[in-house]
């Protein structure tokens, strides 16, 4: 059974940086599509982006494009989320995620992811 963990969550200030990774382990997820979540207090969890098994193909969601940045390291079990000019509304849990789906079923069935990480707190705030 695969597992993934997240890592590199904290408290940044508004228009700060911060870089989340996400290693995936315990089973094989060759051309298993990997990307992000995440979950703001008192609201649902809601997609953030995505990045096939290649890592030629990224997608993101609105609320996000040109600022957060998804990559694949050398290694295809490794990925990383580099988040810039980071705001308030940013905050919330960031979960790992992979399916053999692709992004675009993403954004609307959550049943279809098949490994989730335990989640990575970001919080943003002066």
């Known amino acids: 059974q695969a597992q993934l963990v997240e890592s590199g969550g904290g408290l940044v200030q508004p228009g700060g940086s911060l870089r989340l990774s996400c290693v995936a382990s315990g089973g094989t997820l060759s051309g298993y599509v990997m990307g992000w979540f995440r979950q703001a207090p008192g609201k649902e969890r809601s997609f953030v982006a995505a990045?096939?098994?290649?890592?030629?193909?990224?997608d993101y969601s609105d609320s996000v494009r040109g600022r957060f940045t998804i990559s694949k390291g050398n290694d295809k079990n490794t990925m990383s989320l580099q988040m810039n000019s980071l705001k308030p509304e940013d905050t919330g849990v960031y979960y790992c995620?992979?399916?053999?789906?692709?992004?675009?079923?993403?954004?609307?069935?959550?049943?279809?992811?098949?490994?989730w990480g335990q989640g990575a707190l970001v919080t943003v705030s002066e």
């Open positions: 990045i096939n098994w290649s890592g030629g193909k990224t």
């Open positions: 995620a992979t399916s053999r789906y692709g992004a675009s079923w993403w954004t609307s069935d959550l049943g279809v992811i098949e490994v």
